[in-house]
């Protein structure tokens, strides 16, 4: 009776399980629109153009998922969010997934019940100073007045560089990236640090961004990528897979220009990919073809890169170690099998 009662009991654990896990995919679909955490406006990655869409490397990453669930990459509905908005309206479920420039610490995962579905770009923190001053290295800001975010992993780690270099600094914590750019142009700090390529894209916004330079100097690891709830696997792996869905079809050749030799490609890991053969999308909760429709919407993940941050774009940031892992960098997928 006992063995009977335990079976009994496992099977309704596995079945709440499985309801559980489909919950947020379920909720998505019948609002009919995907709910997106972005930035409050940071070029390249997440901002509004001039007629009010918005574009960027982390919004592709939303329109794709839209794509893959509705095959329309505008079924989304973007939420601009700071750096302290952005986990609480996430685990309140304010938004489906959070696209926004955010780190993936171990505290953010095992403290605040938040998974990171994968890294779309491996960042680290640098430091942006006025080229008049003729600094090379960040180990010449010894006394420097240091305008940082507040809610972000660079207060920490910039105490922690100037404390180990045996230097001193005046920390000026600010509540958004736009109050960082608006204090160092009036002079109320010297240097502004944050994630590198955010420091690119501050720049843009400056009134003579070429009288600032990003120095050479990394101080540490930011692995950046979308962002989801515990307790939904489902909707984690749906999120995951999108990021790795634009990975290997940059890998295996497939983009916006040659979607339609994919489909009739006799590779193996081609068709997989693309859904000619396996039920993989299926597995996911989403058609078999979801590659392709994210490729289509956005491109796969070279694409992405090059026309929102890279050398297509007016940041103009090296793909670096964000360079596929054939191509001797450290981004890297797992096969579609």
Not at 30 to 52: H, I, N, Q, W, Y
Not at 175 to 185: C, G, I, M, N, R
Request: one cysteine or more.
């Amino acid at each position: 009776m006992k063995t009977i009662l335990a079976l009994l009991a496992g099977a309704t654990f596995a079945l709440a399980a499985t309801a559980a896990s489909a919950q947020t995919l379920k909720t998505v679909k019948d609002r009919g629109e995907l709910v997106c955490g972005v930035s409050k406006g940071l070029p390249g990655f997440s901002a509004p153009d001039a007629s009010g869409k918005w574009t960027g490397f982390d919004v592709d990453v939303c329109r794709g998922l839209a794509a893959a669930i509705f095959n329309d990459p505008n079924k989304v509905k973007f939420v601009p969010l700071s750096a302290d908005e952005r986990f609480p309206a996430l685990t309140k479920g304010d938004v489906d997934v959070l696209s926004r420039n955010s780190t993936w610490t171990l505290e953010r995962e095992a403290k605040l019940g938040l998974l990171f579905a994968a890294i779309n770009y491996y960042d680290g923190q640098g430091f942006l100073v006025r080229d008049a001053r003729k600094v090379t290295s960040a180990l010449e800001l010894d006394k420097s007045k240091v305008c940082v975010q507040a809610g972000t992993t660079a207060e920490d780690n910039t105490k922690d560089y100037f404390a180990a270099n045996g230097m001193t600094l005046e920390l000026v914590t600010l509540p958004t990236s736009t109050d960082l750019v608006k204090a160092y142009e009036e002079g109320k700090c010297d240097t502004l640090t944050t994630d590198v390529s955010q420091l690119y894209a501050l720049r843009l916004t400056m009134a003579k961004p070429g009288d600032h330079i990003v120095l050479p100097d990394v101080i540490s690891k930011e692995p950046l990528g979308p962002v989801v709830r515990q307790g939904d696997d489902q909707w984690f792996n749906l999120v995951k897979w999108t990021i790795f869905g634009m990975i290997n079809a940059e890998e295996l050749g497939v983009s916006t220009a040659t979607i339609d030799a994919a489909l009739a490609s006799k590779k193996p890991e081609v068709r997989r990919l693309v859904g000619t053969d396996g039920n993989y999308g299926e597995q996911l909760g989403v058609t078999n073809d979801y590659v392709v429709r994210i490729v289509k919407a956005v491109g796969n993940y070279g694409e992405s890169f090059e026309r929102n941050v890279g050398a297509a774009s007016k940041l103009g940031i090296p793909r670096g170690i964000n360079q596929l892992w054939s191509m001797g960098g450290i981004q890297y997928a797992p096969p579609v099998r």
